[in-house]
């Protein structure tokens, strides 16, 4: 064959075949956008940033209709691509199926990976946006898919987890968040009048226009919990939007540091108590004290 013959047989394919294979290329690349536009604005109309709840659970089924929404659609072009080509369609998808079966075998972890990141995403334990602890590892989401969960932690290191390693899910920011406080004052406080500086507190913050719409609730005092070694202390927490709790809690605890300070009411120190002992007599040893400054001589 002449290369005259060639370059017409090549022709022929590109006026053709190739003329196809361009056609479905671009169909397929014009398809998964439209696609992915049209998924964008149908959760964007419901997701709206008004709810941030509603808000990070369209943030999460975007991402993960999005990456199916590929996938799906340049399957579909690669077959349609490899037909036009002229390879046989038939073997090569029995031959994947033997393959998947042995890479299945070899690749059980994968697997695991999918099938608890299906689970997760279908029970909405996680979203983007949520601050998680899971797999001992704790951070802001930021992605999740099928296979693995992306966290970003205060620090601002970067943790990939694995689905498939996740087994237990603790959602700190889920339709809202609390803050604990442990109010440890002296033993010699009235922990009545404690707990009413406390409230009060709470009603001036939730009166602050920069944080009466994230404080939820009032404060909830739930009372004296445990004698400390130098402290009594009153347990209580407060309800806030998600992800909020942080912030409330350390203006909270400026602000009743300061209360505190204007009505003497002490937050103790540690304190320890040095016993002598006794001698079966009954009698103790002399404790002897002695200061001074050591001086140097030249």
């Known amino acids: 064959m002449n290369i005259q013959a060639y370059l017409e047989e090549i022709g022929a394919w590109a006026l053709t075949s190739g003329l196809q294979i361009l056609l479905v290329i671009v169909v397929m690349l014009i398809a998964s956008r439209v696609i992915h536009i049209a998924v964008n604005r149908a959760i964007g109309r419901v997701g709206g940033k008004d709810d941030p709840e509603v808000y990070k659970r369209a943030e999460t089924l975007r991402s993960i209709i999005n990456s199916l929404v590929s996938v799906v659609v340049f399957g579909i072009g690669l077959v349609i691509v490899l037909g036009q080509l002229g390879i046989a369609i038939g073997p090569i998808l029995a031959a994947a199926g033997v393959l998947g079966l042995a890479v299945g075998f070899g690749a059980q972890s994968l697997v695991q990976d999918i099938i608890s990141g299906f ?166 040893p002399v404790l002897r004290i002695r200061g001074g400054r050591d001086r140097l001589e030249s």
Request: glycine share 6%; aromatic share 8%.
């Open 119 to 284: 689970f997760i995403l279908l029970d909405d334990q996680i979203r983007v946006g949520d601050v998680v602890e899971i797999a001992g590892r704790g951070g802001l989401v930021e992605k999740v898919n099928l296979r693995m969960v992306t966290l970003r932690d205060l620090a601002g290191n970067v943790h990939f987890v694995r689905n498939g390693s996740i087994s237990t899910v603790t959602n700190m920011t889920k339709e809202y968040s609390r803050y604990v406080f442990d109010i440890g004052v002296a033993y010699r406080e009235d922990v009545d009048e404690v707990i009413a500086v406390i409230r009060a507190v709470d009603e001036e913050l939730r009166a602050d226009p920069a944080f009466a719409e994230t404080i939820l609730e009032p404060i909830e005092i739930l009372g004296l919990d445990r004698f400390a070694d130098s402290a009594v202390i009153i347990r209580a927490r407060t309800k806030t939007k998600p992800i909020m709790q942080w912030s409330v809690g350390r203006e909270f605890n400026r602000r009743l540091k300061k209360a505190f300070d204007q009505r003497n009411i002490e937050i103790p120190f540690p304190h320890r108590t040095l016993y002598m002992g006794q001698d079966k007599q009954g009698s103790s």
